[in-house]
C-alpha cells in the first residue's frame, strides 16, 4: 500500500495523485463552462457578466480563465486569531490541521441527565465553555441551533453565547446578510474598530451552496459582504452521492468542487485578494435509510482525496472529521470518529469541523467531544512522526547505561519523556486493581465527569462588560424591528 503515501516511511496520506487531482479539477471547471451553475441574486448575477460570464436568466457559465483569475487572486494562507488578545493562534495553510466542532444540530445530550433535549441558549454556553477548555480543540462552532428565541434573530444569541465563553477563534452560522452584518459590529467591537477586526479576525464565516450547483440568495449575498468586509469566509458545499450529486465518487467531488470554485468566483470577482476557504462535506446518501451519512467510508476517502486537491492548488481547506451516525456514544461512535480524525490529521485539512456530532448530525455530545479531544492528540502524535538526530538516536546514553542497566533516572529521560510519549486525559492505562479501586469507571464514565468538571469550574477569560453590554444593543435592535 506504498503508492497510498506522500513518500514511503511518511506519515501523511495521499489518496489521489497529482494528475488525479490536476483532472478533477479540469473536470469541475469544464462543469462551470459547459453546464454552468445558477445564482439566485440579481447583485451577484451582475457582478459575473461584468466579470466576463455567460448570464443566461439564473444560470451563469463562467470561462476556465476566470476560475483561473480567482485561484491566482486568493490568498495561500487564512489566519485567525483569539478574541482577547489579538494573537494569531491558527494559521490555515500546508498541512496544518486544526479541529473544532460544528454548528446547528437540533438536538443535545444533557450531561447532567442524558436526556436528548433541544439545543438552546444554554447548551451552546455549555459547549462554548467545553471547548474553551478542551487542548487539542482550536476553534468553536455552536454545536447547536439556539431554538429558545425568535427564529429571525437566533443567530446573534448563537454567536453572543459563543463569545462569552471562549477567546478561541469562532466558525458562525448566519440566517441572511443582515444576521451576518450584526454579528460584524459584535465583532468590531470586540476587536477595536472595522480595521482591527480585519487584521485579526478571530471570526469566520460558514455559508454553503445548494447542492447541485445553486447559489441561493442569503448564501451569494453573505459571500459578497465578507468580500467588501475583507473577512474570511468557508464556503462549502454538503454533496451526498448519489443523491445531489453523481454516485460515482469521482463525479461527486467534481461536482462539489464545481460548487466551490463558483462561489470563489463570486467572493474574488466582489474584492480581489479577499481570504476564502474552500473545502465542504462530502459523503454519501446511504441507500438503505436514506441519511446524510457522517460514518461512512467512502466520507473519509472523498475528505481525504479533498485535501489532495486543495495541496494541489495550495489553498485553505475546511475538513470534516469526528462525527458519527451513531444514535449514542457506543463502540461504533468511537470507532467512525477515530477513523475520520486520523484519516483528516493525516491527509492534512486545515480548518477541521463536526468533532462532537453523532445521530449523523442531528444530536451533539459533549462527552464524545472530549473523548474525541483525546483521540486529536493521539492522532497529531501520529503524524508528528519520529524525529531521528544525534540527540534522539542517544547512542552516548546507551554506551553509559550498557547491558542491564535502565534509563529511568538518565538526565536524557527527563529531558525528552513528555515530548517523546502522549499522555491520555480519558484513554487509562492503569492496572486492573487500581481500575477497579477507582470504580471501573467506563470511557464514557470519565468522559461525562470531565465535561461535568469543567462546566462546574472552569472559569473562561471574560469580555469587557462595555463589549457585552454593546453586543445585547445590536441583538435588542434586531428583534425591536421584527415588531415593525
Known sequence: MK??????????????????????????????ERTGVTYLDDEALERMKKAGCYVDGKRVRIPFRLVEKALATVPRKVS??????????????????????????????????????????KTVNMTAKVIDALPNLNFVMSLGIVQDVHQLVYDRYQFEAMVLNTSKPIVITAIDEPGYSDIIK????????????????????????????????????????????GLPVVYTPCIMAGGTVPVTLAGAMANGLAESLSGLVLNQVTAEGSPFIMGGVFTVMDMQTTIFSY???????????????????DLPMFGTCGCTDAKVVDEQALIEGAMSILLTAQGGANL???????????TASLEYLAICDDLIGMARKVVNGIQVDEDTLALDVIDKVGPGGH??????????????????????????ENWAADGSKTLFDRSNERVIDILEN???????????????????EAESKLNK
Request: overall charge negative.
Open 3 to 32: 503508492s497510498s503515501y506522500k513518500a514511503q516511511g511518511s506519515n501523511f496520506l495521499q489518496v489521489l495523485s497529482e494528475d488525479q487531482c490536476r483532472r478533477l479539477v479540469a473536470a469541475a471547471m469544464e462543469v462551470l
Open 295 to 313: 460514518g461512512a467510508p467512502e466520507f473519509d476517502l472523498m475528505m481525504a482525496g479533498l485535501a489532495d486537491v486543495h495541496h494541489f492548488l
Open 80 to 121: 485567525l486569531c483569539n478574541s482577547r488578545t489579538g494573537k494569531t493562534v491558527m494559521e490555515m495553510e500546508g498541512g496544518n490541521a486544526y479541529f473544532g466542532t460544528g454548528s446547528d444540530t437540533p438536538n443535545f445530550i444533557d450531561p447532567y441527565t442524558q436526556d436528548r433535549i433541544r439545543a438552546s441558549r
Open 186 to 229: 459584535m465583532c468590531e467591537f470586540i476587536a477595536g474598530g472595522e480595521e482591527e477586526l480585519k487584521n485579526h479576525p478571530f471570526m469566520t464565516l460558514y455559508a454553503e451552496p445548494i447542492s447541485p450547483l445553486q447559489h441561493p440568495n442569503d448564501s451569494a449575498r453573505k459571500l459578497m459582504l465578507a468580500a467588501k468586509k
Open 458 to 476: 472552569y472559569e473562561p477569560e471574560p469580555l469587557p462588560k462595555d463589549v457585552q453590554q454593546k453586543m445585547k444593543n445590536i441583538i435588542a
Open 352 to 362: 477541521n469541523h463536526d468533532v462532537g456530532y453523532i445521530e449523523h448530525g442531528n
Open 407 to 432: 534509563f529511568l533516572a538518565e538526565d536524557h529521560t527527563m529531558k525528552h519523556f513528555r515530548e517523546e510519549t502522549w499522555y491520555p486525559r480519558l484513554f487509562i492505562r492503569q492496572i486492573y
